[in-house]
């Protein structure tokens, strides 16, 4: 069974363009099994979303997390 994929992104990084990098790519994802998009709210969300998920050992995700300057 292939695991799950959760994308952590900034929404408002690079100026805002990660959310439209983002937007581009939801098509793709959703061809290949689709993906849990997560968005971060604050300084340090990624790191804590990404620990909350390796913690859920059961669900098997794999996670993807993008810093863009």
């Keep these: 069974m292939r695991g799950k994929v959760k994308l952590i992104f900034n929404p ?20 290949h099994e689709g993906a849990d998009w997560t968005g971060t709210v604050f300084p340090t969300h990624a790191t ?18 993008r810093c863009m300057k």
């Design 12 to 31: 408002i990084a690079n100026l805002g363009r990660a959310w439209n990098a983002a937007s581009a790519l939801r098509p793709i994802v959703a061809e």
């Design 48 to 65: 804590e979303l990404a620990r909350q998920a390796d913690m859920n050992l059961s669900s098997q995700w794999a996670v993807m997390v």
